[in-house]
């Protein structure tokens, strides 16, 4: 036996073609396997991926804007980026333990020129509910938007500030 036997495209002087189902080539296949291996790995996990609608493709639907969450002895801190959107679309409402922030944009577009009609229409719903900790006042949230960005400011309680201890950390 010869090791050329063992191959199998070279059995014979005959090439043998490799063809999945649907008739593509591995070759020309692999681009969108992997694109389809990744879409369905995070697709596992309920992580708010930017740019992945959540919940189909329904009206119901919605993007999940990118938020950072930042806690300090005095207060916590919610960045939410809201592109496009002004005050006016944007709702925040918090309760004990959540903050929820909602945005819808409408953006309608009419242009009429020499020789062309331009109709655009341009409509996005995005909503995201933040864990928040025990021990803050929900009686003292602001909320301030610029630029895109919300910043929602919420002041943690005399008793939450007074829990806060150091601790001193020492060379091994």
């Given at each position: 036996?010869?090791i050329?036997?063992?191959?199998?495209?070279?059995?014979?002087?005959?090439?043998?073609?490799?063809?999945?189902?649907?008739?593509?080539?591995?070759?020309?296949?692999?681009?969108?396997?992997?694109?389809?291996?990744?879409?369905?790995?995070?697709?596992?996990f309920?992580?708010?991926?930017?740019?992945?609608?959540?919940?189909?493709?329904?009206?119901?639907?919605?993007?999940?804007?990118?938020?950072?969450?930042?806690?300090?002895?005095?207060?916590?801190?919610?960045?939410?980026e809201?592109?496009?959107?002004?005050?006016?679309?944007?709702d925040?409402?918090?309760?004990?333990?959540?903050?929820?922030?909602?945005?819808?944009?409408?953006?309608?577009?009419?242009?009429?020129?020499?020789?062309?009609?331009?109709?655009?229409r341009?409509?996005?719903?995005?909503?995201?509910?933040?864990?928040?900790?025990?021990?803050?006042?929900?009686?003292?949230?602001?909320?301030?938007?610029?630029?895109?960005?919300?910043?929602?400011t919420?002041?943690k309680?005399?008793?939450?500030?007074?829990?806060?201890?150091?601790?001193?950390?020492?060379r091994?």
């Amino acid at each position: 036996m010869n090791i050329r036997d063992l191959i199998p495209w070279s059995r014979g002087g005959h090439e043998v073609q490799v063809r999945r189902e649907g008739g593509q080539e591995p070759a020309l296949a692999l681009p969108s396997d992997i694109d389809r291996m990744f879409d369905d790995f995070w697709r596992r996990f309920s992580l708010p991926i930017p740019g992945i609608w959540e919940g189909g493709d329904g009206p119901e639907s919605g993007l999940v804007p990118r938020v950072d969450v930042r806690e300090t002895d005095q207060e916590v801190e919610v960045v939410a980026e809201l592109p496009g959107m002004n005050e006016a679309d944007i709702d925040v409402s918090v309760a004990p333990g959540m903050l929820t922030i909602r945005g819808e944009k409408k953006l309608e577009r009419d242009e009429e020129k020499e020789g062309y009609v331009l109709r655009e229409r341009s409509f996005g719903r995005v909503e995201r509910v933040v864990p928040l900790p025990d021990g803050l006042d929900l009686d003292s949230p602001k909320a301030v938007f610029k630029d895109g960005v919300l910043t929602v400011t919420i002041a943690k309680t005399p008793e939450a500030r007074q829990a806060v201890r150091r601790i001193a950390v020492q060379r091994a």
